[in-house]
């Protein structure tokens, strides 16, 4: 990367058994979303680079400063980090209205009272909570308490964005809408932004680029698409190895390119239309019958997973299925053969950008 990288880390620390030893960078206006099984040291990693962790060895810089260098004896701590995070509990103070939750780190910072509270409702303004300033946390919901966190970790003008599992707490309804709308926000943040997750839908519709965690070690790095078409563990693939195609909705029907897909619940504007491997089934005439999606494609490579084979696949969209090995021996497939694959629209899910 240039000069651009705004967060560079080299990171080494040990918890009790556990090593974390990873490098990570990420550049201003990227949002990483940093994904990996329990334990793998993804919060560990948010930690060390909030300031919350000392690291035993390595380096980080944040915008060009460096602020923990073990061996030249650098450490800034938390609050001299210029770093906004959001937790998944939020820790908002219950015994402070939400507009005093926002301007409080202003006020800790020694911005006149008067400034932090304008500062604070612009802030709730833009997160469409401007109404709800006089509240205490207990009387909002999961994804308004969530929103106000939000507004809090911006309030410092912070130059990076630090969240872990930021909708965790959230009900599957609530947290649909919650994540259209911390991405817009995510998004338009001009510094780095790096989101701990543990939801494979979540990464891949929050971030520019996924970096898995596996054991304390990057196991793999690259945009959302990437990852989803070659995961390169078998913990990836189940998890995030899910067809991704961006296109355009209007109600049930998605143009993804040239091609048009049939979804079963109206949308409009842009969309991340996602399905498991699975969900494709390839057959070598065209199918008949129920209501699927069908396109013509050509196997262009294939991997063995175990019991499974994923067939990567080239046509209208690139997509990956997985089928048994007794499937690729019926259906005769291999490099160049051309094949049939359908999808039924339930098998899909649409997720508005
Ligand atoms: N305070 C601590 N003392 C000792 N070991 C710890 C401590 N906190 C975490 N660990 C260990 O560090 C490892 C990494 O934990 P970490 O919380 O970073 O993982 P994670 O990827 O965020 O997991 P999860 O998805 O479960 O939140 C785990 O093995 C954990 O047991």
């Known amino acids: ?16 058994g556990f090593v974390l030893d990873t490098t990570l960078e990420v550049a201003d206006g990227e949002v990483v979303a940093l994904l990996g099984p329990n334990g793998a040291g993804k ?9 919350l962790l000392p690291i035993d060895a390595g380096r980080v810089a944040l915008a060009g400063r460096v602020v923990d260098a073990p061996r030249q004896g650098v450490r800034v701590p938390a609050a001299g980090r210029d770093v906004g995070v959001v937790f998944q509990d939020y820790l908002l103070f219950p015994h402070l209205s939400v507009l005093e939750n926002v301007a409080f780190g202003p006020r800790a910072r020694g ?16 997160v469409g909570l401007a109404e709800r300033a006089a509240d ?20 410092g003008d912070p130059s990076m964005l630090l969240l872990d599992e930021p909708l965790a707490a959230l009900d599957v309804d609530t947290r649909k809408d919650v994540r259209r709308e911390l991405r817009g926000h995510l998004q338009s943040f ?4 790096v989101v701990v997750t543990h939801d494979p839908v979540e990464a891949l519709t929050l971030a520019d680029r996924l970096v898995v965690l596996e054991q304390g070690r990057t196991r793999q790095s690259g945009t959302p698409a990437e990852v989803a078409r070659r995961p390169r563990s078998p913990w990836v693939a189940r998890l995030v190895g899910l067809n991704l195609l961006s296109g355009e909705a209007a109600d049930t029907t ?32 065209r199918p008949h019958g129920s209501p699927r999606n069908t396109w013509r494609a050509v196997v262009e490579g294939m991997d063995v997973e175990g019991a ?30 051309g094949v049939w694959a359908a999808v039924k629209a339930v098998e899909l899910t649409v997720h508005p950008r």
Do not use: N
């Open 43 to 51: 919060s560990t990693l948010l930690r060390c680079l909030a300031g």
């Open 190 to 193: 001009d510094g780095p932004v």
């Open 136 to 155: 205490r946390p207990r009387e909002l919901s999961g994804g308004q308490a969530q929103r106000v966190a939000l507004a809090r970790a911006l309030a």
């Open 111 to 126: 911005v006149p009272k008067a400034e932090a509270r304008q500062r604070a409702r612009r802030l709730l303004e833009r």
């Open 308 to 337: 499974r084979v994923r067939i990567h696949l080239d046509g209208p969209f690139p997509v990956v299925a997985e089928v048994t090995h007794a499937a690729v021996a019926e259906l005769g497939l291999a490099e160049g053969v």
């Open 1 to 16: 990367m240039g000069t651009d990288v705004s967060v560079e880390a080299e990171i080494r620390v040990r918890r009790g």
């Open 254 to 285: 998605v143009a993804v390119g040239a091609a048009q897909l049939t979804v079963p619940e109206p949308a409009h504007g842009p969309v991340d239309v996602l399905f498991p491997p699975q969900a494709i089934a390839l057959h070598r005439e």
